[in-house]
């Protein structure tokens, strides 16, 4: 015989003499192990993603009548309140557009009190037969004329008056300058943009998340906001509207979050944010090395005086040293946490010590 069948041989023969002295499942020493006892308790699950803060409201400002730019009363920065007066038009047209549509609207009333006064003296004297009917229906019907022109008068009256406040313009929210884009001097067309605000009093948190999380991101989900320009603080809010974000190569789902500005953040800064998809009560919790794998699938062994009872798991959440059972455990059974990966179904068990909760 070869020296290395020898050694072969020699190998078969103590392996065989070593797994006749193994005891059968069940038999032998107890296996020392600690007793954990299962809990329930509250778990949640935040997803981060980090977006970016924009205003929630952000008018252009536009020219409402045209003219020449005489004033400007806002730079790019400041904080503006709303009917703040931005930029001023050269009103001197308007101004006497205005006076000469005021100017009609009395030329017209005379005429109309004078007019009155006619037809009230005609129908006396019709009734008294001194004038004929026909001179009292010629008289009422100018009148009626006269008073649709001055209903015509004073509409223009007041669009005249109109325009001429539209000559200053205003801010139509409070909020901060983001953009200047006339200066004094211009002449500027009905329509032209002239300035950009942005509301910093309330602002929009974007937040991308893939799709994958499409089926659990909801609107009214809670989040909390951090954003670097406020170190330390933390905004709660919740989803106020879900958006598709889809392009090529990127297919992702944006939280919308309105917040109130805490007071110091600013549209433009980037915001990371936590949204809660799982919050589940009563949920029941083990140690993580309690659960073991088995040819049967997850399994933790049950306490039963002396020896345990292997018992399939089903998993759900794991949480830091946790894992949580989603079926096949009740709260308060008592199960093999630290020895338990030297187990099985029916192994005798030393209890070197009770830890109690599983928590």
């Known amino acids: ?31 020392p192990v600690t007793v954990v006892t299962a809990v329930t308790e509250v778990i949640e699950r935040w997803e981060p993603a980090v977006g970016e803060l924009e205003p929630v409201t952000a008018p252009t400002v536009a020219a409402e009548v045209g003219g020449r730019i005489v004033g400007v009363e806002a730079e790019v920065g400041d904080r503006v309140d709303a009917g703040q007066v931005l930029a001023r038009i050269d009103a001197e047209d308007y101004r006497l557009a205005a006076a000469a549509a005021g100017a009609e609207v009395q030329r017209l009333e005379a005429l109309v009190r004078a007019r009155r ?21 010629d008289a009422q019907a100018e009148l009626d004329a006269l008073r649709a022109q001055l209903v015509g008068a004073r509409v223009k009256r007041q669009q005249a008056e ?8 205003t801010s139509p929210i409070a909020g901060r300058v983001y953009e200047r884009r006339v200066s004094v001097g211009d002449y500027v067309k009905q329509g032209s943009p002239l300035f950009s605000i942005t509301q910093v009093d309330r602002l ?19 989040v909390r906001l951090e954003s670097p320009m406020a170190p330390g603080r933390t905004v709660q ?34 915001v990371t944010g936590h949204v809660r998809i799982l919050h589940r009560e009563d949920a029941v919790v083990v140690p993580e090395r309690a659960v073991v794998r088995r040819p049967a699938g997850e399994v933790v062994y049950v306490i039963e005086g002396e020896r345990v009872r292997q018992q399939v798991v089903r998993l759900g959440l794991r949480l830091p040293g946790r894992v949580e059972i989603r079926s096949g455990l009740e709260p308060g059974t008592r199960i093999a946490a630290d020895g338990a990966g030297f187990l099985t179904d029916g192994a005798a068990v030393e209890i070197r010590s009770d830890g109690g909760d599983a928590s």
Not at 19 to 29: H, N, T
Not at 117 to 137: C, F, I, P, T
Not at 162 to 169: A, E, F, K, S, Y
């Open 117 to 137: 006064l006619q037809v009230r003296r005609l129908r006396s004297l019709a009734r008294d037969k001194s004038a004929s009917q026909s001179d009292l229906d």
């Open 1 to 31: 015989m070869t020296p290395w069948r020898a050694m072969v041989s020699r190998a078969a023969v103590m392996g065989a003499l070593v797994l006749c002295a193994l005891p059968a499942a069940g038999a032998g020493r107890p296996v």
């Open 237 to 270: 809010a919740r989803v106020s509207d879900l958006r598709p974000r889809i392009r090529p190569g990127n297919r992702a789902i944006e939280a919308l979050v309105d917040v109130p500005n805490p007071g110091d953040w600013e549209p433009g800064a980037s």
């Open 204 to 222: 929009r948190a974007r937040l991308p998340y893939p799709e994958s999380l499409g089926s659990v991101l909801r609107r009214g989900l809670p």
């Open 162 to 169: 109109r325009d001429l406040r539209r000559t200053r313009v």
